[in-house]
């Protein structure tokens, strides 16, 4: 069973920086590289939404919101997924979750992914 870790969530100012880190353990039939990864976050009262996704090839996804500030990339070798957040704003502030799902990268929507981490806070302060 796929194990998801996340990391290297903090409290930050706005416009300061973070970078998420996403340990994955448990592969068994299938190798990390097969696996498409994906970050999610939650604020407060609002719905689990796509933050951004990563191809086995390295292409990538992203949501409007993290389009020019957020870069996702992987390392095969070490089985770690990265999210490493710029010019970080306060709607930024939520609990952020890898998540995992073998194959091809689906539309970035939570029922299509299937292993989940138990999230990393992020919080911006103004």
């Known amino acids: 069973q796929v194990q998801l870790v996340e990391s290297g969530g903090g409290s930050v100012q706005a416009g300061g920086s973070l970078r998420l880190s996403c340990a994955a353990f448990g592969f068994t039939f299938y190798t990390y590289s097969e696996y498409c990864m994906g970050w999610f976050r939650q604020a407060p009262g609002k719905e689990r939404e796509g933050v951004a996704a990563?191809?086995?090839?390295?292409?990538?996804d992203y949501a409007d919101p993290a389009k020019g500030r957020f870069t996702i990339s992987r390392d095969n070798a070490k089985n770690t997924l990265y999210l490493q957040m710029n010019s970080l704003k306060p709607d930024d502030t939520a609990l952020y979750y890898c998540a995992a799902v073998w194959g091809r990268c689906p539309v970035l929507l939570t029922s299509r992914f299937v292993s989940w981490g138990q999230g990393t806070q992020v919080t911006v302060s103004s």
């Open positions: 990563i191809a086995s090839d390295g292409s990538t």
